[in-house]
Every structure is written in C-alpha cells, then in structure tokens.
T-cell receptor
Framework: DADVTQTPRNRITKTGKRIMLECSQTKGHDRMYWYRQDPGLGLRLIYYSFDVKDINKGEISDGYSVSRQAQAKFSLSLESAIPNQTALYFC??????????FGPGTRLLVL | DQQVKQNSPSLSVQEGRISILNCDYTNSMFDYFLWYKKYPAEGPTFLISISSIKDKNEDGRFTVFLNKSAKHLSLHIVPSQPGDSAVYFCAASAGSNYQLIWGAGTKLIIKP
C-alpha cells in the first residue's frame, strides 16, 4: 500500500465550483505539504502544516485553503475554482528537510 | 524570479555513459540541496542530497557536486541505465526553514 495517497487522481470541474483534494499518509509524519506543478515550472508550495494545530501559507496560497483533520489527513480546497488553477497537485509528508514523500498527484482541469 | 534554475529542459544520453544534470541557484542562504526523480504518473521521489558544508556526496551510481562559489550543483549518474529515464528536480532549502524551492526539472532520456 502507498504511504501517501491522494484522491481523486483526476478531476474536471467548472469555473466557480468548490472542490476538495484529499491526502492521507501512513508514515506517521507530523509535517504535510501541498504543492502544485505547472508545465515548465518546478513545484510550488501552496500550504504546509507542521502539526494538526499549525498551518502555514506557502508561496502561492491565494485562492486555496486547507484543513488538517488529523495527523494523517491534509485536504486542499479551491473555494471557487478558476482556469489558471488547472495544474498537477501533489501532497507530501516529511519528518526532516532531507526527504519529503510524495503522493501520486491529482490532475485538475478547470473549464 | 526563479531562485533555483535548471536550464536544460531535457537531456539525452547513451546507456552506459555518464549523465550530468545541472542546477544553479541565486540565494546564498541556501544550505541544503536535494535531487528528486519523477516518473510519469507518480510523485517525485528523493534521490540524493548535500549539505553546504560538503562539496560532494556519493550514493552508488549517483554523485552530487556542490560549487558554492559558483552557486552551482550537478548530479552525475554513472553508468546511466534505461531505468534512469525520468524527470530530475533540483531543490534547495535555507536554515531551519523546511520549505523547499524547486527547479523546473530536466527530463533525462537514456538511449539504448
């Protein structure tokens, strides 16, 4: 079984819709992260959480919100999706800066 | 302004030869550097890292070199194998900040 799972793997939605991407991890790490990847760009950090009560904005948090429901669960919401949020979204977990463990990604298309 | 740059979008190398992937950075506060490998439809996986107090770190076929004065690091893969075909990302962090700043990636293609 995968250590970091993301659901859904693919999603098509319309402009203005609210959607949630979910992430679960079984590694027991406190730190969790949400990234997005766009063509020709590296991964950019959206939000990160060092424990259930600690949530921080990353480089590109505008238009996104997160919820850390438990140590193992970290969800990302787009309150009102827009086309430039079309991207590949990755969740990751880690207990040190040496290594982050990534989920398989969610491919999101906003029409 | 990209703080971590991988200027080669792709690289093609013959199987058995050396692959050299390059990464440049602009932030002198970066003190930890990592390379991740990504296959299609999968998330990135950690490959190798180096602290700024070192100039070389080796792990099997993979070696990372750091040139602080040039703000440049490179990943050497010797010998290159077909399974090494993937996208390679360089990432960096500064101090106790656990945020990673990522390059755009280089797609490595190993030719048989």
């Amino acid at each position: 079984d995968a250590d970091v799972t993301q659901t859904p793997r693919n999603r098509i939605t319309k402009t203005g819709k609210r959607i949630m991407l979910e992430c679960s991890q079984t590694k027991g790490h406190d730190r969790m992260y949400w990234y997005r990847q766009d063509p020709g760009l590296g991964l950019r950090l959206i939000y990160y959480s060092f424990d259930v009560k600690d949530i921080n904005k990353g480089e590109i948090s505008d238009g996104y919100s997160v919820s850390r429901q438990a140590q193992a669960k970290f969800s990302l919401s787009l309150e009102s999706a827009i086309p430039n949020q079309t991207a590949l979204y990755f969740c990751a977990t880690g207990d040190s800066k040496e290594t982050q463990y990534f989920g398989p990604g969610t491919r999101l298309l906003v029409l | 302004d990209q703080q971590v740059k991988q200027n080669s979008p792709s690289l093609s190398v013959q199987e058995g030869r050396i692959s050299i992937l390059n990464c440049d950075y602009t932030n002198s506060m970066f003190d930890y550097f990592l390379w991740y490998k990504k296959y299609p439809a999968e998330g990135p996986t950690f490959l190798i890292s180096i602290s700024s107090i070192k100039d070389k770190n080796e792990d099997g076929r993979f070696t990372v070199f750091l040139n602080k004065s040039a703000k440049h690091l490179s990943l050497h893969i010797v010998p290159s194998q077909p399974g090494d075909s993937a996208v390679y990302f360089c990432a960096a962090s500064a101090g106790s900040n656990y945020q990673l700043i990522w390059g755009a990636g280089t797609k490595l293609i190993i030719k048989p």
